[in-house]
């Protein structure tokens, strides 16, 4: 039982474009999500979070949206830029009971130069 | 600041042997996490202690255990290995349990033969 998927397992895009990685969920009692950059032989690292509340969080080249209609999140990296080259996580969080982060497979995204 | 040291980096077990994973965080944290990375099924939670003192079994506990030594310190061990356990283990934490991001250390990537 998947709670958290992430459909596409890879995706490429010119440098300069916009990368859109998107994310559904199941369970409607997530009230935080969040995602993660990794890179190869390397831990994961936090990029941008949202909470429920809000549909739309901005940091700097990078963007999450919330649609909490269609239990579906995105990140939207503008312009893209060959560093962000990595594997991407979403990744769910119901904060009164379980506690528990739901991480989605990952996306891996080339970003071409 | 290290962040989250994980040791060993590598490991190569027979099956039926024991090994204990070793985890630390220098930022203070409460709460602390086990996690397994295998292909294509994202990051599944082991075990996690919301505070010193204190553990719970995440989504797949079987075949491990876990000791919160104290603040700084979370270990995870195998008591009788096997092939199904090979996989990436990161250690993470947070400030506290179910808020914020997580900080991941570099994994400890283990083979049972």
């Known amino acids: 039982d998947q709670q958290v998927k992430q459909n596409s397992p890879s995706l490429s895009v010119q440098e300069g474009r916009i990368s859109i990685l998107n994310c559904d969920y199941t369970?409607?009692?997530?009230?935080?999500f969040l995602w993660y950059k990794k890179y190869p032989a390397e831990g994961p690292t936090f990029l941008i979070s949202i909470s429920s509340i809000k549909d739309k969080n901005e940091d700097g080249r990078f963007t999450v949206f919330l649609n909490k209609s269609a239990k579906h999140l995105s990140l939207h990296i503008v312009p893209s830029q060959p560093g962000d080259s990595a594997v991407y996580f979403c990744a769910a969080l119901r904060r009164r009971g379980t506690y528990k982060y739901i991480f989605g497979t990952g996306t891996r995204l080339k970003v071409l130069a | 600041n290290a962040g989250v040291t994980q040791t060993p980096k590598f490991q190569v077990l027979k099956t039926g042997q024991s090994m204990t994973l070793q985890c630390a965080q220098d930022?203070?944290?409460?709460?602390m996490y086990w996690y397994r990375q295998d292909p294509g099924m994202g990051l599944r939670l082991i075990y996690y202690?919301?505070?010193?003192?204190?553990?719970d079994k995440g989504e797949v506990p079987n075949g491990y255990n876990v000791s919160r030594l104290n603040k700084r310190e979370f270990s995870l061990r195998l008591e009788s290995a096997a092939p199904s356990q090979t996989s990436v283990y990161f250690c993470?934490?947070?400030?506290?349990?179910?808020?914020?991001?997580?900080?991941f250390g570099p994994g400890t990537r283990l083979t049972v033969l």
């Open positions: 930022m203070n944290h409460n709460s």
């Open positions: 993470a934490s947070s400030e506290l349990l179910a808020f914020g991001e997580q900080f």
């Open positions: 202690s919301a505070s010193e003192g204190t553990t």
């Open positions: 369970n409607s009692m997530f009230d935080y």
